[in-house]
């Protein structure tokens, strides 16, 4: 999260991490923006820059740079179905038009926030989680890195929305199984995949901890979890970080 103080009765504030924008809100008497550093992120430095322009008309700008370091991920090896891994032509094309629906959902931005406040780990209990960019051998093949976290929860345990905002799609995807995504706005949306069932309809507005749907082992998985994710400005980032936001109402 980016603050910047000082810019009370300001007309605009704007900025950048490297090539991604950032989309500012009010934060008391301050502005906040959120940023998104994705999981396959080259290591090393990424300029930064603010922009103000004042009530008067003046415009002051910073900048900078950040250090992104590389992550240490686990390595995860899987043994699945071959139908699962080595997909015919047909399941293929189905997979690759699904992948294409949820990077076109990425890219739109909804221009208001819709959030409020902390966000709430979308399984109830202990929120503990595995997996967040996990390179995971399939089958003796390296395979994307995990962009999700990993609730383990039994079968049909509620799942809730972790933050209000609105149901941009309902599906059921070869692999991510039956999926509710939330746009919490300002290129914000978190991801609930492999559901048993799903409890909202696209276009509803769900408040945090709203049930959305029930945990599930639909799509490829290995047994009944909820995978969460998050993508901020189609940055694949880890969604617990969410949970340590401060709240910005």
């Known amino acids: 999260m980016v603050i910047v103080t000082g810019v009370r009765g300001a007309r605009e504030v704007e900025g950048v991490v490297g090539d991604r924008p950032l989309l500012f809100f009010p934060y008391g008497e301050a502005h906040a923006a959120l940023v998104g550093i994705d999981l396959e992120s080259a290591v090393g430095k990424t300029a930064w820059r603010v922009g103000v322009i004042d009530a008067a008309g003046a415009r002051r700008?910073?900048?900078g740079s950040v250090v992104?370091?590389?992550?240490?991920?686990?390595?995860?090896?899987?043994?699945?179905p071959t139908g699962?891994?080595?997909?015919?032509?047909?399941?293929?094309?189905?997979?690759?038009a699904e992948a294409a629906r949820l990077r076109a959902l990425y890219a739109t931005t909804t221009p208001e926030r819709l959030w409020q406040g902390r966000f709430a780990p979308p399984v109830a209990g202990e929120g503990k989680w595995t997996g967040f960019g996990a390179r995971r051998i399939i089958n003796g093949q390296p395979r994307m890195p995990h962009s999700g976290a990993d609730y383990a929860a039994g079968l049909g345990t509620a799942v809730v929305a972790s933050n209000s905002g609105r149901v941009a799609m309902v599906g059921d995807f070869f692999f991510a199984g039956r999926l509710v995504v939330l746009d919490h706005g300002l290129g914000l949306y978190t991801l609930y995949f492999h559901l048993d069932?799903?409890?909202?309809?696209?276009?509803?507005?769900?408040?945090?901890?709203?049930p959305i749907g029930t945990v599930g082992a639909t799509g490829r998985a290995t047994g009944p979890h909820l995978h969460w994710g998050a993508v901020l400005r189609q940055a694949r980032v880890d969604p617990s970080g969410l949970l340590s936001i401060s709240a910005a109402d």
């Open 197 to 210: 069932r799903v409890d909202v309809a696209e276009g509803a507005v769900v408040e945090r901890g709203q």
């Open 61 to 63: 700008d910073r900048s």
């Open 84 to 96: 699962m891994v080595d997909l015919d032509p047909a399941t293929e094309r189905r997979a690759d």
């Open 68 to 80: 992104i370091r590389a992550g240490r991920f686990p390595v995860q090896r899987l043994s699945l």
